[in-house]
């Protein structure tokens, strides 16, 4: 894992008072994660302005705030935003994920699921969970990135909750082909969130596309 | 001839009945004149093979028509260039002073095939039809002196010609008008039964719904608001992820869609499981509403059959149950898991669940297949209607 043992800081903002403060105690069960700033509303926020590794941004929260305007505030300020929600909704997913999220992730009881998709984005990554991959092989949008057929069968197959290689069974091919079809869907929605500007920036998006290779999880 | 319901086909038959009786009877007349001997003709002999073939024509035509409920327009030309040659060849193969008598047996069957052109043929091709048969009447009948002797008659005949097929294309006109008005009143009263059957079965799935959640959500809500419940206690923990669950599943099976019966089946089934300690992530996507009970229960049943599996054997307490619709109605459900899996190069599904999840959705119409490899997971795929997954 190229974070090691490092403990990644995050940010929690959800209008659940009572989900915020369970979710720095279920975090503690864990070395490796540590809740370092929990409010209910983005501006909030954004006006203690944290230092941290991940945002774990809720997907509506009660202000009636737009959930991808959220992303972006976010965002422009240089955070790495994570969205939680209880329902997948698709729509609203999508769009965050266009503001610049870089993954998506259900709330439920999986704490060993949330600690990989945070150490994901955490290291520049996109955390592709198979939930935020169903929603994305419902992706209509003509502005959605190109995915090729075979990059589309992987990322449907790895929807439905597969391991990997029984993805890589069913397509026909290698686990480590099906490994890379994924990553590279990984990375075509990680570029939607940060467009490269410089050559530096190439420079820097390739060696973290390197990291992101690298940081896959097995399965 | 189209006939689609049973007022119209009803319609048709008695039409094609009375054509047919018609004709029969037109042929009648000349037996009484054969009774009397054969002096009216120059060939008697072709005469009574023209008699027996016309006979046996009609009976041939009106049977057909009968049984298809009408005739295309095609038989109905037929049948008038038919008659045509016949009433040319009668009128010309009578002796003198016999083509307007009885023995010219030829005019009844002709008014006949007018009758037949009038009801079955477009009104103008009906006229053409009908001057076609003046002309073979006129035209075997008037090489003989006897159509200046007798101009009266012929005329007189003509007109029968000409106004038989039209009273006869008014009379089916009237008939077909009624036979459609009796059609569209059927139907609309058949698509009122089919709305009320529709909201009646919404009716009855909200109530199921509704008492789901009476007997999960509601009762561990009331619990906790009674008080006295440590909300961290593991079993009340469990029992709330539950519900999480099923509630989860329900809002996805349907609020982004309209509610659809299978949507709350499965998230039903995965409820069950949750109890069984097997945490099912539900996707659902577009999944056709008014799918048939079968084919519901048929997958709920794979379905449930697949988590067993899942809780028994794969110890895993992970599985998902992914269900996406398409325009056309079709449905492809996925179960899987990321546990131990097993060997089925047999192709005999190690647990007999192959035979009893294809065995239903092939009854049901549709299809399944289980996809495993020893430490590499397993999935279920089920498809309905009927493809290759």
């Given at each position: 894992m190229a974070n090691g043992e490092r403990v990644m800081r995050v940010g929690v903002i959800d209008d659940d008072a009572m989900l915020r403060e369970g979710m720095a105690e279920w975090f503690?069960?864990?070395?490796?994660?540590?809740?370092?700033a929990s409010t209910g509303s983005v501006g909030e926020f954004l006006g203690e302005g944290p230092e941290l590794d991940v945002v774990l941004l809720d997907?509506?929260?009660?202000?009636?705030?737009v959930p991808a305007d959220n992303v972006r505030r976010l965002c422009a300020k240089g955070y790495k935003v994570l969205i939680v929600s209880t329902i997948p909704d698709a729509e609203h997913v999508i769009a965050t994920i266009a503001a610049g999220a870089q993954g998506y992730v259900i709330k439920n009881r999986d704490l060993a699921a949330l600690a990989g998709a945070i150490s994901d984005v955490a290291s520049g990554g996109f955390a592709l969970s198979p939930e935020l991959a169903f929603v994305l092989t419902r992706?209509?949008?003509?502005?959605?990135p190109s995915l090729t057929p075979r990059e589309r069968e992987v990322l449907g197959f790895y929807a439905s909750g597969m391991t990997l290689e029984a993805v890589a069974r069913r397509v026909g091919i290698a686990p480590g082909t099906a490994r890379t079809h994924l990553a590279r869907v990984k990375q075509k929605y990680a570029d939607v969130g940060r467009p490269a500007y410089t050559k530096l920036d190439l420079a820097d998006r390739h060696r973290e596309d390197r990291l992101d290779l690298d940081g896959l999880p097995p399965s | 001839m189209l006939v689609s319901s049973q007022p119209t086909l009803h319609n048709e038959r008695v039409i094609a009945l009375t054509l047919g009786a018609f004709r029969i009877v037109q042929h009648l007349p000349f037996l009484a004149v054969s009774i009397g001997g054969?002096?009216?003709?120059?060939r008697p002999a072709l005469m009574a093979w023209l008699f027996v073939g016309s006979v046996a024509w009609s009976v041939f035509l009106f049977t057909s028509a009968y049984r298809r409920g009408g005739l295309t327009p095609p038989w109905a030309l037929v049948d008038v260039g038919f008659a045509a040659v016949m009433t040319f060849t009668v009128g010309r193969l009578c002796l003198p002073g016999h083509e307007l008598a009885w023995d010219n047996w030829s005019v009844g069957p002709v008014v006949g095939a007018g009758a037949v052109a009038a009801v079955y043929l477009r009104p103008r091709v009906a006229i053409f039809a009908v001057m076609l048969l003046v002309t073979a009447y006129v035209m075997g009948v008037q090489p003989n002196e006897a159509i200046s002797a007798d101009v009266a008659q012929t005329v007189g005949n003509v007109a029968g010609l000409l106004l038989f097929p039209f009273a006869a294309g008014v009379a089916a006109a009237t008939l077909r008008r009624f036979a459609r008005q009796a059609e569209h009143a059927q139907r609309s009263e058949f698509e009122l039964r089919l709305e009320r059957e529709t909201e009646r079965r919404l009716v009855d799935e909200r109530i199921r719904q509704f008492r789901l959640l009476h007997d999960t959500v509601l009762s561990t809500l009331s619990a906790i608001a009674r008080?006295?419940?440590?909300?961290?206690a593991p079993e009340v923990q469990k029992r709330c992820a539950d519900d999480a669950d099923l509630l989860r599943g329900l809002i996805t099976g349907m609020a982004y869609d309209t509610p659809t019966s299978l949507g709350a089946a499965l998230a039903e089934v995965s409820r069950a499981h949750a109890e069984l300690g097997l945490e099912v992530r539900q996707q659902y996507d577009s999944l056709p509403d008014g799918l048939p009970p079968e084919a519901v229960e048929a997958i709920s049943h794979a379905v449930r059959e697949a988590l067993n599996n899942v809780v028994k054997?794969?110890?895993?307490?992970d599985a998902w149950v992914t269900a996406t619709g398409d325009e056309t109605g079709s449905v492809r459900v996925i179960v899987a898991d990321r546990g131990a899996g097993f060997d089925n190069s047999s192709g005999s599904g190690g647990f007999g669940i192959n035979q009893s999840i294809r065995g239903r959705m092939r009854a049901a119409g549709g299809d399944g297949r289980i996809h495993t490899w020893e430490g590499q997971g397993t999935e279920v795929e089920l498809a309905w209607p009927t493809v290759n997954v």
């Amino acid at each position: 894992m190229a974070n090691g043992e490092r403990v990644m800081r995050v940010g929690v903002i959800d209008d659940d008072a009572m989900l915020r403060e369970g979710m720095a105690e279920w975090f503690s069960a864990r070395s490796d994660l540590r809740v370092v700033a929990s409010t209910g509303s983005v501006g909030e926020f954004l006006g203690e302005g944290p230092e941290l590794d991940v945002v774990l941004l809720d997907l509506n929260l009660r202000d009636f705030s737009v959930p991808a305007d959220n992303v972006r505030r976010l965002c422009a300020k240089g955070y790495k935003v994570l969205i939680v929600s209880t329902i997948p909704d698709a729509e609203h997913v999508i769009a965050t994920i266009a503001a610049g999220a870089q993954g998506y992730v259900i709330k439920n009881r999986d704490l060993a699921a949330l600690a990989g998709a945070i150490s994901d984005v955490a290291s520049g990554g996109f955390a592709l969970s198979p939930e935020l991959a169903f929603v994305l092989t419902r992706d209509a949008r003509s502005e959605r990135p190109s995915l090729t057929p075979r990059e589309r069968e992987v990322l449907g197959f790895y929807a439905s909750g597969m391991t990997l290689e029984a993805v890589a069974r069913r397509v026909g091919i290698a686990p480590g082909t099906a490994r890379t079809h994924l990553a590279r869907v990984k990375q075509k929605y990680a570029d939607v969130g940060r467009p490269a500007y410089t050559k530096l920036d190439l420079a820097d998006r390739h060696r973290e596309d390197r990291l992101d290779l690298d940081g896959l999880p097995p399965s | 001839m189209l006939v689609s319901s049973q007022p119209t086909l009803h319609n048709e038959r008695v039409i094609a009945l009375t054509l047919g009786a018609f004709r029969i009877v037109q042929h009648l007349p000349f037996l009484a004149v054969s009774i009397g001997g054969w002096t009216a003709y120059s060939r008697p002999a072709l005469m009574a093979w023209l008699f027996v073939g016309s006979v046996a024509w009609s009976v041939f035509l009106f049977t057909s028509a009968y049984r298809r409920g009408g005739l295309t327009p095609p038989w109905a030309l037929v049948d008038v260039g038919f008659a045509a040659v016949m009433t040319f060849t009668v009128g010309r193969l009578c002796l003198p002073g016999h083509e307007l008598a009885w023995d010219n047996w030829s005019v009844g069957p002709v008014v006949g095939a007018g009758a037949v052109a009038a009801v079955y043929l477009r009104p103008r091709v009906a006229i053409f039809a009908v001057m076609l048969l003046v002309t073979a009447y006129v035209m075997g009948v008037q090489p003989n002196e006897a159509i200046s002797a007798d101009v009266a008659q012929t005329v007189g005949n003509v007109a029968g010609l000409l106004l038989f097929p039209f009273a006869a294309g008014v009379a089916a006109a009237t008939l077909r008008r009624f036979a459609r008005q009796a059609e569209h009143a059927q139907r609309s009263e058949f698509e009122l039964r089919l709305e009320r059957e529709t909201e009646r079965r919404l009716v009855d799935e909200r109530i199921r719904q509704f008492r789901l959640l009476h007997d999960t959500v509601l009762s561990t809500l009331s619990a906790i608001a009674r008080g006295g419940l440590d909300h961290r206690a593991p079993e009340v923990q469990k029992r709330c992820a539950d519900d999480a669950d099923l509630l989860r599943g329900l809002i996805t099976g349907m609020a982004y869609d309209t509610p659809t019966s299978l949507g709350a089946a499965l998230a039903e089934v995965s409820r069950a499981h949750a109890e069984l300690g097997l945490e099912v992530r539900q996707q659902y996507d577009s999944l056709p509403d008014g799918l048939p009970p079968e084919a519901v229960e048929a997958i709920s049943h794979a379905v449930r059959e697949a988590l067993n599996n899942v809780v028994k054997h794969a110890g895993t307490p992970d599985a998902w149950v992914t269900a996406t619709g398409d325009e056309t109605g079709s449905v492809r459900v996925i179960v899987a898991d990321r546990g131990a899996g097993f060997d089925n190069s047999s192709g005999s599904g190690g647990f007999g669940i192959n035979q009893s999840i294809r065995g239903r959705m092939r009854a049901a119409g549709g299809d399944g297949r289980i996809h495993t490899w020893e430490g590499q997971g397993t999935e279920v795929e089920l498809a309905w209607p009927t493809v290759n997954v």
